[in-house]
Each structure stands twice: as C-alpha cells, then as structure tokens.
C-alpha cells in the first residue's frame, strides 16, 4: 500500500480547467488499479476516474468528456485532468489504490476543488 498526497486544487470559475496530482509514497509500478475519489459536502465519496496498470481508463458518467486521468510511473503520480469544470464538481478529491473495487489503504488529506457559477 502505499500513502498517497494529493494537490493542484483551487478555486476555479465554471467552464476552467484544473490538474490534479496524487504522488504516491512508493512505488506505483505493482499497482493493478488507482483511482480518483470525491466527496462533496453531505454527500459520500464516489469514485469519479480509475485507471489500471495497463492503461485502461474507466469514468463516473458526470464526468465522462470532461475528466482524464492518467499516470507517470517514473514519478510514481497519478493525475486527474478536469476540464470544462461544473459547480456540481466542487468537492474534496481524493486518489486510492483500488483492489476488488474498493480503497485500500489510509486515505491522503484530500485536494479541495471549488467551482464557481
């Protein structure tokens, strides 16, 4: 397992573009999965982008066209790309390994991203 921390959040007006980054504490090569969590306030975390080792990208509808994760294995970092960002993608993003589905490991502190009409 290992620890991630996130960063590149703001505050962006709608329609803006922000890149996220999630550095992991070791090693990322052996990771089959990772992924990019949210959670808005009130709400629960949902999964908004995965990514496998092989490059296989999968994403929450919302965000589908919009949204584009990928990798850096010599930087062991993941990144979230967001464009044409929505007030409805305010929301604390967070990046996990994921295995059968699910976080593993002990979540980073999060990146606050907030969206502006």
């Known amino acids: 397992q290992v620890q991630p921390v996130e960063s590149g959040g703001g505050l962006v007006q709608a329609g803006g573009s922000l890149r996220l980054s999630c550095a992991a504490s070791?090693?990322?090569?052996?990771?089959?999965?990772m992924g990019w969590y949210r959670q808005a306030p009130g709400k629960q975390r949902e999964l908004v982008a995965a990514i496998t080792r092989g490059g296989r990208t999968s994403y929450v509808d919302s965000v589908k066209g919009r949204f584009t994760i990928s990798t850096n294995y010599a930087k062991n970092t993941v990144y979230l790309q967001m464009n044409s960002l929505k007030p409805k993608d305010t929301a604390v993003y967070y990046c996990?390994?994921?295995?059968?589905?699910?976080?593993?490991?002990?979540w980073g502190q999060g990146t606050q991203v907030t969206v502006s009409s």
């Open positions: 996990a390994q994921i295995r059968d589905g699910n976080p593993v490991g002990s």
């Open positions: 070791g090693s990322i090569l052996s990771i089959n999965v």
